[in-house]
């Protein structure tokens, strides 16, 4: 798959693309729908398949100081949108420019000119250009004047008639339920990024803890998570069952004043070895309980053995290891 940070300039190979517009955040079923589907027209028309979207997310641009909320960063939803078939991704800067740009500038300059698409696939609700100016009726009026096909996509339901939605999922991680945020996203949700120095007192109560930064990813609820990590080696991911604490630290003052900044803490069952510097994906496989603050440090390890003790019976199922770590998605959905 290539991605481009940009439309301009483009090798032929990435033009006259099949496009899916929008900010997939989260590749979740619906959006795995959507890539189903135009793939199918992609190949109806002997096309490359390809997605347009933006980065930042356009909500982080206007709201800057909302609470992070984005589902997958950069990186995951390449990966993501990688494993799904598409060829051609174009990540478009969304910055003050772009902002600006009306609708009608938008399809002349971008779809027409840059990437020549063949066809442009959107959602029933889709807006674009400044002040959201364009509309799927526009859309089509565009297409019909530029020669390129426009599909609407209705919203995808899931068994149970819940629409899969970004909204939703985001909801679900609040309220501390990640195997509900897994059924719509079709694989259990992930915090990624470095391993960093910690306070070190996990180690002294023999749980030593490879600990990563939330940055601007989506805060769940804080507490402690049966989960699986994925180490980076090379061009493999090396998956882990273990326990993590995801939060402040509210543990004991006097030997850990914990932080402001949210971080969490994994502790891999059955693992010797140096993790700092190394990338990790940290997938949330099942919520055990909340942050407590302890009296001593004697409750809190006794603590922390119960909590492996309940993720190692967790991450022993059967149903779980049917799901991971065979591939990013639990059941990929084709409608």
């Known amino acids: 798959m290539a991605i481009f940070r940009h439309s301009s300039d483009l090798p032929a190979s990435a033009r006259g693309a099949v496009v899916a517009i929008g900010n997939f955040d989260g590749v979740h079923r619906g959006h795995q729908a959507v890539i189903a589907q135009i793939k199918r027209m992609a190949l109806d028309l002997g096309a490359p398949t390809a997605v347009l979207t933006f980065e930042p997310h356009p909500r982080r641009f206007f709201r800057p100081g909302d609470p992070p909320f984005q589902l997958t960063s950069f990186r995951l939803k390449a990966r993501l949108l990688e494993s799904l078939g598409v060829d051609h991704v174009f990540f478009l800067t969304f910055n003050a420019a772009l902002s600006h740009q009306g ?5 002349k300059e971008i779809l027409v000119r840059d990437l020549g698409v063949a066809h442009v696939a959107v959602g ?5 250009g400044h002040k959201r100016q364009g509309n799927v009726d526009f859309l089509r009026v565009a297409g019909q004047d530029h020669g390129f096909g426009v599909s609407v996509l209705k919203q995808v339901l899931s ?18 339920d990640p195997n509900r945020a897994a059924s719509l996203l079709g694989r259990y949700w992930e915090i990624e990024g470095r391993v960093q120095e910690g306070a070190r007192l996990g180690r ?3 749980f030593p803890t490879a600990n990563i930064a939330l940055g601007d990813s989506l805060e769940p609820a804080y507490g402690v998570y049966a989960v699986s990590a994925g180490i980076d080696q090379g061009d493999d991911t090396v998956w882990r069952p273990g326990v993590a604490n995801l939060g402040i630290r509210p543990t004991i003052e006097d030997a850990d004043p914990g932080t402001t900044e949210p971080l969490l803490e994994v502790y891999l069952f059955d693992f010797d070895g140096d993790l ?10 099942d919520y055990l309980r909340p942050e407590w603050k302890f009296d001593d440090l004697e409750a809190l390890k006794v603590q922390m053995v119960e909590d492996a003790r309940r993720a190692r019976i967790i991450l022993a199922d059967e149903r779980w290891q049917a799901g991971w770590p065979a591939g990013p998605f639990l059941s990929p959905i084709d409608p």
Not at 124 to 128: A, K, P, T, V
Not at 162 to 175: M, V
Not at 276 to 285: D, I, S, T
Request: glycine share 8%.
């Open 103 to 107: 609708a009608e500038a938008f399809v």
């Open 124 to 128: 029933e609700n889709f807006h674009f």
């Open 159 to 176: 068994p149970a008639a819940e629409a899969y939605s970004s909204t939703a999922i985001r909801a679900y991680l609040k309220a501390g």
């Open 204 to 206: 002294t109560l023999g």
């Open 276 to 285: 700092y510097g190394q990338h990790m994906r940290v997938a949330l496989v």
